[in-house]
């Protein structure tokens, strides 16, 4: 960690504060997405190729949850205060339900899981599995307590399925609701370079990811907050 936090500390000082997408923006991004892919991704696949069914699906899919929260505050720049109370900043949140199933009812992953679109082209939230559900009976209970709850239970993808290119990772089959976590890997890996890419747009939509996205690498790396650098204030 020690070498990563260098590199970010180098490069937050020659952002100069400018939010167009260049050369050193490219460089942050790379500093996330290596730390991202040998911290988890990569972790996960080791797994993954052991191809050992002796219920690793567990630690698989702890991990996993780690990487969903952990977009899911990159993109809002928020950063967790387990001692958050009435009148810290804005950015800080105390309870990670809101912040993780507003994820799971906006991500594009998530389409046709936790959301999906009805014949007028709007949102239908909860669509077809309820994200609170899937927060408090897979997310909380795998951190609290080392299972899943309520008829949540994780699998191996069926045999002869294309694990890198079928995006259907929930399903109710034979009365359970299954998630197969070979499936979610991939697609998350999918939407990690997604994130990035939409980091790299140069338009106003990056330019927001980007202090988000800032604020939040120095938190990361420890970075006592400074409102000399804009994407703290």
């Known amino acids: ?24 923006w490219e460089e942050a991004i790379q500093i996330f997405n290596n730390r991202l892919r040998k911290k988890f991704f990569s972790p996960i696949q080791i797994i993954i190729n052991d191809r ?8 698989i899919m702890t991990v996993q ?8 505050a990159f993109r809002k720049g928020m950063i967790f205060n387990h001692n958050n109370r009435n009148g810290n900043p804005a950015y800080e949140y105390k309870s990670s339900r ?11 992953i998530f389409k046709d899981h936790f959301w999906s679109l009805d014949i007028t082209g709007a949102m239908v939230p909860n669509n077809p599995f309820n994200s609170i559900d899937f927060y408090s009976d ?4 795998l951190m609290h307590e080392a299972r899943t709850k309520n008829n949540w239970h994780i699998n191996l993808s069926p045999k002869k399925t294309d694990s890198k290119n079928e995006s259907k990772f ?5 009365g359970k609701i299954k998630i197969y976590r070979t499936l979610l890997h991939y697609r998350l ?13 140069n338009n106003q939509d990056g330019e927001i990811l980007r202090k988000y ?15 000399n650098f804009d994407w703290w204030n």
Do not use: H
């Open 138 to 141: 897979v997310r909380c209970a």
């Open 98 to 108: 809101k912040i993780f199933t507003e994820f799971l009812l906006s991500a594009s």
């Open 170 to 174: 929930i399903v109710t089959k034979n």
């Open 189 to 201: 890996l999918n939407y990690f370079m997604e994130y990035q890419n939409e980091l790299r747009q």
């Open 52 to 59: 050992s069914k002796n219920g690793e699906g567990f630690a």
């Open 213 to 227: 996205f800032a604020r939040k690498m120095d938190s990361l790396f420890e970075v006592v907050p400074d409102v």
């Open 65 to 72: 949850c780690a990487i969903i929260e952990t977009l899911a």
């Open 1 to 24: 960690m020690e070498d990563e936090k260098i590199a970010w500390t180098n490069v937050r000082m020659r952002l100069d504060q400018s939010y167009g997408y260049d050369e050193i």
